[in-house]
């Protein structure tokens, strides 16, 4: 699970690393993202009293992603379009800056006093609230509290914390903001040197890039309020967070507990449901018993201290619902690193490892888990659900506070995850590694990872006939929404990404990371993106919605991508690129695009860094904001025209693929101006 990474100073000459070292251009304003941070004042602006209701998906009008992205119970409502005496921060895409985390890259920052209220658009009787407060001087984080009213009357207090979030420095991050760079050896925008190798040494200011501002709770109110109830959420003066930083509000209407009459309780097994105990040993008995008797295992009401992983092998397990059913542990330190390398256990449902045969028929529904996981060792096993896992399926699944939430092992196949919600990690929210086949994760939501979203990694042993499909993806602060590193006949559709943070794009199509080749048909269809197509900070060129990235080898099997809106896009819509260094050994070939609506790019609709080909059939484009394609191929600019070839098959509505720029004709800017594009709008 080790990812290193070797930043190096531009695209000419960057090397392959599991995730290119964040890097920030030296154009960006830090002491302004600091006063962000820090608090400074700022006009405080005011939303009319008694306003309607906002809903939103991923901080769009819901008309412009329908039948795209998870079925959730949720109901998302953007702080920034609610009621407020505080003050609308934002939009901001620069990495770092609070804003930009944010989703709909805007949110609402509350000084002591100040509230922000939600009108709720239908019955709830639970919220989440997604929110960030300040790290404490030395890191480690804080707690502060926020008042949660309905109809001007207190029903809660949160405790909030930041301990779970902030990270500092150069991958794999600090939680020092006063660290020093981890790594004087690598080559950094900030000075555009390597500090090592500088005299006299630059000065690097602390806290340096810091990231991973959010975290995000959950509450059951006591009772169900009506719509248009308002709910109030107060930071309360005298609170010892200088500010609180409000991006959302999902409310929902949780249904009763589930119970299970006919199974092993876990109470009669000796767990404790206060929490106060320890109940992993419970937990085994419970699962011993369980398939012995061929009866699942069922988790009441309650709160279950568990501090080591959770071996699981034909059994299935059942909670009372996610809501009710929370199963959350300390991360504790080993006496002696494992031989998987880890120097961590925690709380976690493990099958056995491919090397021992795997697990199956394993069945997880209906609960939480709740890790401890505050920085990032790629070596440990601290994963909410990991190993391998064939003939199983997860479901209704909430994983929080853990390094990745499912991260599975193969060779294994046929698992099927489900109606699942993932945030808050410090890494993946999901990865299928290493020979993971004929497996789908549908309708899962993941918000906040720290690195892809949703991923398929090929690594070594390829993965084959997988598919991910009506999911959403939110806010990966790191790297992509949905990564595909190698593979077989694959399917990325109907799926909802907005608003990556840095150096990766929405969908990302990756020849890297030791990936075995894509082969057979590659099918991305019916995907919505927004605000995607992140600052490569290394390469210091903006990246596109969709990226298609030959870096180990060609991507030459069958790609058909259709269907697919991109809508206000940072850069580019498409990219093509190969690394500098092997521009002249790999190609991305015979990329096929139909039916695809482009509302707003900073930039191109297509940018080609690479030699190859790809067709292009009823691509609709409308505010454009450069050239529509920038065509630099392999940037050798031959009399004969670029590397890459475009093929016009017809219907390219929106005047941005003109004749003039076919089949290959170079139109090659480096790094254009960047044009805002509006918001976008039906079609």
Known sequence: MSRNRIPVPRWSSRRASRRPSAAIGATLALATALGVLAGAPGPATASPAGAAPVVTRAGLDPRLVAGRGADVGFVEQEAENATTDGEVIGPDRAAYTLPAEASGRRAVRLTPGRYVEFVLPRAANAITVRYSIPDAPGGGGITAPLHVAVNDRRVRTMTLTSQYAWLYNQYPFSNDPTAGLLHPDWWITECSCVPAATTPYPSIPTPFRPSHFYDEQRLLLGRTYRAGDRIRLTAPAGSNAAWTVIDLLDSELVGPPRVRLRAANVLAFGADPTGRRDSAAALDRAIAFARRADVPVYLPPGTYQVN?????????????????????????????????????????????????GGSRNVHLSG????????????????????????????????????KVGIWFDGPMSNVR????????????????????????????????????????????VGNARNTFDHNTVQSPVLANGIALYGGTDLTVSHNLVADPVREGSAIQVGSRFGAEPFTGRLLITGNTTARAGTYELNWKIGLGAIWFYALDRDIDATVD???DSYLDNTYNAIMLVSDWPVKDLHSITGVRFQDIRVDGTGTSVLSARSAGSASLRNVDARNVGAVGVNNCGSFHFPPTGSEFTLTDLGGNDGGWLAPWQLPNTITCDDRPPVVPPPPPSPW
């Open 308 to 356: 080591r992983h959770i071996i699981v092998d034909e059994v299935t397990i059942e909670g009372a619902g996610s809501w009710y059913t929370i199963i959350k542990g300390r991360e504790v330190a080993l006496p002696t690193p494992a031989p998987d390398g880890s120097v961590h256990t925690g709380v976690g449902f493990y099958g056995r490892s491919a090397a021992d």
């Open 561 to 563: 991508v259709i269907g």
């Open 367 to 402: 609960f939480a888990v709740e890790g401890d996981v505050r920085e990032r060792i790629d070596t440990d096993q601290v994963n909410a659900i990991g190993g391998a896992m064939s003939d199983s399926t997860i479901d209704g699944l909430h994983l929080r506070h853990t």
């Open 417 to 460: 995850v489900t109606n699942t919600m993932i945030v808050d990690q410090i890494a993946d929210g999901l990865n299928f590694h290493t020979g993971v086949t004929d497996s789908l994760v549908a309708h899962t939501f993941v918000r906040n990872s720290g690195d892809d979203g949703l991923a398929m990694w090929s690594e070594k």
